[in-house]
């Protein structure tokens, strides 16, 4: 099955201490996202990368680092910098850029942080 | 510059009623993409449709038809014969089209809560 995976689904932090969310895609797109969701939002965007090795600030990146390494991987860091990291965060992919693809997303991953 | 509206936050209906949501955009580009996604409360979201801004023609999939008027910039969703299953929170999207080598910028409303009573 093609899909998008995020681990864990529910993440429990310590202040101070920087997590990092996993999102991997067997769907061969070529652009990922990351996602924040608060209670009652909608999404904001993090971070985005259309190629591997490349990636771009979105909306709210501060606090937030990201990789990708692999077009089927693409993992986000929440730092301590993130003064208030508790939130839903997605992860999505699509195909290329430039046609405005529908986004696929993963299941989630919520963290709280004490 | 891009907006999403869902002035509805939450609706409540009775199973079998016909529901529809409200999605109002504003946007400078003559080319631009809508989409709907819905949220279950499992948290994933689901794409539900894409629609580009020179296809005026509604769209129906089984329960679900979409009416998208450009000259009201809007792109209401309806469900006929509403099940509990519906019951989610619904996402209006737009992206304007750049280029293939920029960033579509997808620009989410802020939803709306759909409560399906048995």
């Known amino acids: 099955d093609g899909g998008i995976t995020q681990s864990p689904k529910y993440l429990f932090r310590k202040e101070g201490q920087n997590v990092t969310l996993s999102c991997e895609q067997n769907?061969?797109?070529?652009?990922m996202y990351w996602y924040r969701q608060d209670p009652g939002q909608g999404l904001r965007l993090i971070y985005y990368?259309?190629?591997?090795?490349?990636?771009q600030k979105g909306d709210i990146a501060e606090g937030y680092s990201v990789s990708r390494e692999k077009k089927e991987s693409f993992p986000l860091t929440v730092t301590s910098a993130q003064k208030n990291p508790t939130a839903f965060y997605l992860c999505?992919?699509?195909?290329?850029?430039?046609?405005?693809?529908?986004?696929?997303f993963g299941p989630g991953t919520r963290l709280t942080v004490t | 510059a891009q907006k999403v509206t869902q002035a509805q936050t939450e609706i409540s209906v009775v199973e079998k009623e016909d529901v529809t949501l409200d999605c109002v955009y504003e946007t400078r580009d003559t080319t631009y993409y809508l989409f709907w996604y819905k949220q279950p409360p499992s948290g994933e979201l689901v794409f539900l449709i894409r629609?580009?801004?020179?296809?005026?023609q509604n769209e129906i999939s089984g329960r679900y038809s979409w009416n998208f008027q450009k000259s009201t910039s809007s792109f209401n969703f309806t469900i006929t014969a509403s099940q509990v299953v519906d019951s989610a929170v619904y996402f209006c999207?737009?992206?304007?089209?750049?280029?293939?080598?920029?960033?579509?910028?997808?620009?989410f409303g802020p939803g709306t809560s759909l409560s399906v009573i048995p």
């Open positions: 629609r580009n801004s020179f296809d005026e």
């Open positions: 999207a737009l992206s304007e089209a750049e280029s293939v080598t920029s960033y579509d910028k997808v620009i």
């Open positions: 999505a992919s699509s195909r290329r850029q430039g046609q405005s693809y529908e986004q696929y």
């Open positions: 990368s259309q190629i591997v090795n490349d990636f």
């Open positions: 769907l061969n797109h070529d652009a």
